[in-house]
């Protein structure tokens, strides 16, 4: 049996939609590449590798706001 892991489905279309040209990209199509991401997000934020993600990026901008000051 064949299972395709909808995060990663998400995350390759993520990838194909953002290497097209900018200019060629209309309203609805961007619109609809946020909606895309935003569920990608949603889908990783409770996983193990997205809990790492968010402590990763959670000390970047602790050391930014610490080094400006």
């Known amino acids: 049996m064949l299972t395709i892991n909808v995060t990663l489905l998400l ?3 993520v990838i194909w939609r953002l290497r097209r040209r900018t200019q060629a990209r209309s ?3 961007e619109k609809l590449t946020v909606v895309i991401v935003l569920a990608l ?3 990783i934020a409770p996983a193990p ?3 790492g993600i968010v402590n990763i ?3 970047l ?3 930014v706001t610490q ?3």
Do not use: I
């Open 67 to 69: 080094g400006s000051r």
């Open 27 to 29: 309203r609805f199509d």
């Open 61 to 63: 901008a602790s050391d």
């Open 41 to 43: 997000g949603v889908l």
């Open 49 to 51: 590798e997205g809990q």
């Open 57 to 59: 990026v959670g000390q």
């Open 11 to 13: 995350a390759v279309t």
